[in-house]
């Protein structure tokens, strides 16, 4: 979990910062640069939000129960 934080912390201004550029690049005035970028996160968190929803419970068969631990 830490390593997929630490690879958003890194990646994510550095995505959002390429896709600005190329916007600014392609014509695009400075003031609507950042739209797509915030089309494209909406995209991920929805995602990251499904993708929440569809954990279950581990099966029971699957789990240590409080005697084994003891």
């Known amino acids: 979990m830490l ?3 630490s690879v958003a912390g890194v ?3 550095v995505l959002v910062n390429y896709i ?3 916007q600014i690049n392609h ?3 400075k003031a ?3 739209t ?3 089309y ?3 995209g991920v968190l929805l995602i990251g939000f499904i993708a929440n929803l569809l954990v279950r419970e581990v099966h029971r068969k699957y789990s240590i129960g409080q005697e084994t631990l003891s």
Request: charged content about 15%.
């Open 3 to 5: 390593t997929a934080w």
């Open 11 to 13: 990646l994510g201004p």
């Open 20 to 22: 600005r550029e190329s």
């Open 27 to 29: 014509g695009i005035p």
């Open 32 to 34: 609507e640069a950042y």
């Open 36 to 38: 797509l970028t915030m």
């Open 40 to 42: 494209i996160m909406v």
